[in-house]
């Protein structure tokens, strides 16, 4: 069974810079479609980015567009989450998950329930 683990996560100022990632092991995800969420306490998990299999294609929610960049390097099987000019609104723990529902697709799914697996999360605060 793949698990996703999440790391890079911490305590930053507004207007700081984290780069979070998410590394598969006991299953390559270099053919499926990745993303990345977030849940603040007391909300939904909510979307944040997300990436085809090949990195070819991305796509943000509006609020994190020309802040945060989501990459992969499937050789290392690892994917990646550049969050810049953080904001405190941003404080929340950030999940990767995997679509496996089918292989070499240029959907980016963009609900929870469209991704199989998913990793434990990693704490993202942001001070004001």
């Known amino acids: 069974q793949v698990q996703l683990v999440e790391s890079g996560g911490g305590l930053v100022q507004a207007g700081g810079s984290l780069r979070l990632s998410c590394a598969a092991s006991g299953r390559t995800f270099s053919s499926y479609a990745m993303g990345w969420f977030r849940q603040a306490p007391g909300k939904e998990r909510e979307f944040v980015a997300g990436i085809t299999w090949s990195g070819a294609s991305t796509y943000y929610a509006d609020s994190m567009k020309g802040r945060f960049t989501i990459s992969r390097d499937n050789a290392k099987n690892t994917m990646y989450l550049q969050m810049n000019s953080l904001k405190p609104e941003d404080t929340a723990v950030y999940y990767c998950?995997?679509?496996?529902?089918?292989?070499?697709?240029?959907?980016?799914?963009?609900?929870?329930?469209?991704?199989?697996?998913w990793g434990q999360g990693t704490q993202v605060t942001v001070s004001s």
């Open positions: 998950a995997a679509d496996f529902s089918s292989p070499y697709v240029p959907h980016i799914a963009t609900t929870t329930r469209e991704y199989d697996i």
